[in-house]
């Protein structure tokens, strides 16, 4: 092996290492999975092939060396149906001379929606996911390429301004890369680590970004099991915020990071204020009950009425007082029923005026009670208003309608057939 004459740094090409010879059929060959990990990041055995195409769409160079093997691609163009696409070509050098040149049966068309810091994201996890993995700049490089054939390991080389302006920042991709923020985390549980907010709206997935939310969260998440990821291994936010919400309300215990999740702060809407609490079917934590009674208790209009009624069915049950009421008051009441009733929905259970609800009990409350409660409040706002609200309670417990998908059903179909009967008494037809 001749000794190279000179060396250059190179501050344009990047640099990744690993111990272990890669197969070049990993290169040639789609699905070929091989990681040894349980938890490697790798997943697909398709990531490698995208980097390459993103890497030559972008007009940059790629070089594998696998042990004294160096492979190098290039591009071809041909003509599939009238249309222009360039066809990679792999070319393996042998150490003793000998070059075959293959085509790899992709296109530089391969991950047509990858942005170039998704190449960079493939490449360095192939390296942290072998061992003694490793990613640089600024190399200092022989005028032959000598210095990268090295039996056992494999090196590979990238000369693009895209992929390496995405190794500037790391930070941005990866967890435990150079200038990140990432501390130790606030809360850790067997599904997510939560840290401090990073400056950024991305979540992880094993250290590894696989997203980003739409509003800024006030945390930074990196989830430790294995979320849907798509085609550019990235994660929808609906996911994310699925798993955030079963976390939240039944697993985490820090009371002070519950907080500051279910109440908002400031003007601004966080991704941590429209989480859908809906997604928790476990039992809520003490923490998190004790959190949400305590805002209760405060009157706070900050907590979210969804969580707070959620949770309302696991609080202990205060008897509601009943209520004075004005003459005035008396006769919208009374009025309100009397109207409701010529409509032929009369009350089974009595119906009780109470100061304030606070929390809106459930239905189930309401009949184990065997009266049906509502704010004194209410009551100012006239007949309309009053029997608009002993309407719903209505439906929901004598229908024993459970949801507002099915109040809002029930009254669509009670307009429709009141229409029905008009347009008939218009025409001198007779009433179903």
Request: proline content about 4%.
């Amino acid at each position: 092996m001749s000794e190279p004459s000179t060396y250059t740094i190179r501050p344009d090409l990047l640099y990744f290492r690993n111990a272990g010879e890669i197969d070049p059929r990993l290169v040639t060959i789609m699905g070929t999975n091989i990681k040894k990990t349980s938890n490697a990041i790798g997943q697909f055995g398709t990531g490698l092939k995208y980097a390459i195409a993103v890497i030559k769409r972008l007009g940059g160079s790629i070089t594998i060396y696998s042990g004294e093997t160096k492979l190098t691609f290039s591009a071809t163009l041909e003509i599939i149906r009238d249309k222009q696409f360039a066809l990679l070509h792999m070319d393996t050098l042998s150490p003793d001379g000998t070059l075959v040149t293959q085509p790899l049966g992709f296109t530089t068309e391969l991950g047509a929606k990858w942005d170039p810091w998704m190449a960079y994201r493939e490449l360095r996890c192939n390296a942290q996911d072998e061992m003694n993995g490793s990613v640089a700049t600024s190399l200092w490089v022989a005028d032959q390429d000598d210095l990268f054939r090295e039996a056992g390991w494999t090196h590979i080389v990238v000369d693009c301004p895209e992929v390496l302006d995405a190794h500037r920042k790391a930070n941005l991709w990866f967890l435990n890369a150079s200038g990140s923020r990432a501390s130790f985390p606030l809360e850790t549980t067997p599904s997510v680590e939560i840290y401090p907010y990073m400056g950024h709206n991305g979540f992880f997935c094993q250290g590894v970004k696989v997203g980003s939310f739409v509003r800024r969260p006030k945390f930074t998440y990196n989830f430790t099991n294995t979320l849907p990821l798509s085609e550019d291994r990235t994660c929808d936010e609906y996911h994310a915020t699925y798993e955030l919400a079963r976390q939240f309300y039944s697993t985490i215990t820090n009371i002070n990071l519950i907080r500051d999740v279910v109440q908002q702060h400031g003007d601004e809407e966080t991704m941590e204020d429209h989480i859908n609490w809906s997604a928790a079917w476990e039992d809520p934590s003490h923490a998190m009950i004790a959190v949400v009674e305590d805002l209760r208790k405060r009157k706070s209009s900050k907590l979210s009425q969804r969580l707070a009624d959620k949770i309302g069915i696991h609080l202990p049950k205060e008897p509601l007082t009943q209520a004075a009421l004005s003459r005035e008051e008396t006769v919208v009441l009374r009025e309100a029923v009397n109207f409701l009733s010529a409509m032929g929905h009369t009350f089974s259970n009595p119906i009780r005026v109470v100061e304030d609800l606070d929390i809106k009990p459930t239905s189930r409350y309401l009949r184990d009670e065997g009266f049906i409660y509502i704010p004194k409040e209410i009551l100012s706002y006239g007949l309309k208003q009053t029997a608009a609200v002993l309407l719903c309670e209505w439906i929901n417990y004598e229908l024993e309608y459970s949801n507002s998908a099915s109040v809002e059903q029930w009254l669509l179909n009670k307009v429709i057939n009141q229409a029905e009967e008009l347009a008939k008494a218009r025409l001198g037809q007779p009433s179903a």
